[in-house]
């Protein structure tokens, strides 16, 4: 008998992924929780019935919420993670050894319990000594936060649920405040393949762009994701992605990254037209 699990993208269109066993299946305080293992996609972290993380292509989506910023601003110190209790981005955070300070603010303790039993991989950077991990709500934490972090990156889930608090206005408020004034902040910033999903990319960009200087979208391809055309956002008080990058100093660090380069972080940049009308558009 054949197992699959099986996604709804929207009302009109699935995504399955055949399935040789479920090793998880548990409701925290905030959610459910399923890890799954398949043969195509190894182990799959399922949140509430969407897929956060596969082993097979995690590392596109963490290479682009990472290494964007730290090539623009290599000099960054002090950073802000709220959510990713997969633990991806920090991994691929504590590699920079000109990180200093690491805040890590997940809301789900189990969350992050269950990627340290299945997804070791990804959680190795967690025990770091740069790292402070707080089960805590990051809308809450952000609001006292002042001039304190060079970047802050929100690797939430989906604008409902846990996650819903941030997107608000509000919250992005909050982390302008919390920036210093060299600051970036890069948030996952869903997908604009589907129509349901256009109004909350274009609700989210316009509250960012009204209080950053530089608002910018960028992209990837990441398979498991809805429509497989992910976008992300890169916001700053005055650094720009391509006109700051600082190729060669990246470069020089000799990371080893399965998905990330300096030229396509160039190329990721130039956004496809139906993006780029869309996040132009006031949606009337």
Known sequence: MD???TEKHTDDALFSIKVDRQLVSKRSEFQRIDVFESAEFGRILVLDGFIMITEKDE?????????????????????????????????????????EHIDMVEIDRAVVDVCREYFPQMTVGLD?????LRFE????FVRSKEN?????????TDPFGPGEGLFTREFFGN??????????????????????????VRRMHRRIASLFGTARVYQAHIPTYPSGHWLFGFASKGLHPIGDLRAEHWNALGLKTRYY???????????????????ESDGE
């Open 137 to 140: 709500d990051g809308l809450k």
């Open 128 to 132: 770091d000594k740069r790292v402070d």
């Open 3 to 5: 197992l699959w699990f």
């Open 261 to 279: 380069n300096t030229e396509l972080h160039k190329g990721a940049f130039a956004l496809p037209n139906y993006v780029s009308e869309l996040l």
């Open 148 to 156: 304190e972090y060079d970047l802050i990156i929100v690797d939430s």
């Open 59 to 99: 590392f596109i989506y963490h290479d682009m919420m990472v290494h964007v910023p730290m090539a623009v601003n290599p000099d960054i110190k002090r950073v802000l993670v709220v959510g990713a209790g997969d633990g991806g981005t920090v991994r691929e955070l504590t590699r920079y050894p000109g990180v």
């Open 175 to 200: 982390c302008h405040k919390a920036l210093t004034a060299r600051g970036i902040m890069v948030n996952q910033h869903e997908s604009a393949y589907y129509d349901s999903y256009v109004e909350a």
